[in-house]
C-alpha cells in the first residue's frame, strides 16, 4: 500500500509559477516510477509528466514539455511538479501517482498503468 498527498496547488496568474509536491507514505519509495495527470471540467484525466524510480529518465506531455519539470527526492519519499509559464489552459486538478517498476503495467501515459492515486490538488490559472 502506497498512500500519495499532493500539495502546493492554488491561484496564480497567467505566466506565473507554482511547485506542486507529492508526498508519499508506505512501502518503499524507490520501488515506484511516478507520475503526474490533471484533469479538467469535463475532460478526461491526462498525462502530464513521468519519472522513473531513480530519476534518471523523464517524460512530459507536449502541452507541457519546456514549461514543467518533474523531479523526485527519495530521501524525502517525494516527487515535484515544477510549473513555469502557465496559461489558462493549464487549469486543473492534479494528480500525482504510482507504478511498481518490478511489474510491466502499461506505458507510462495511460492512467491504467498507475496502481496508486492521491486526492488531488487544484491549479487555477487566471488570464
Keep these: 500500500q502506497v498512500q500519495l498527498a499532493e500539495s502546493g496547488g ?16 508506505g512501502r518503499t519509495f524507490s520501488d ?8 479538467a471540467p469535463g475532460k478526461e484525466r491526462e498525462f502530464v509528466a513521468h519519472i522513473i524510480w531513480n530519476g534518471g529518465s523523464t517524460y512530459y506531455a507536449d502541452s507541457v514539455k519546456g514549461r514543467f519539470t518533474i523531479s523526485r527526492d527519495n530521501a524525502k519519499n517525494t516527487v515535484y511538479l ?4 502557465l496559461k489558462p489552459e493549464d487549469t ?24 496508486y492515486w492521491g486526492q488531488g490538488t487544484q491549479v487555477t490559472v487566471s488570464s
Excluded: D, I
Design 32 to 39: 515506484w516510477h511516478m507520475g503526474w495527470f490533471r484533469q
Design 10 to 25: 492554488g491561484l496564480v496568474q497567467a505566466g506565473g509559477s507554482l511547485r506542486l509536491s507529492c508526498a508519499a507514505a
Design 92 to 115: 486543473a486538478v492534479y494528480y500525482c501517482a504510482a507504478r511498481n517498476r518490478f511489474k510491466y503495467s502499461g506505458y507510462y501515459y495511460y492512467t491504467s498503468a498507475y496502481e
Design 82 to 85: 515544477q510549473m513555469n509559464s
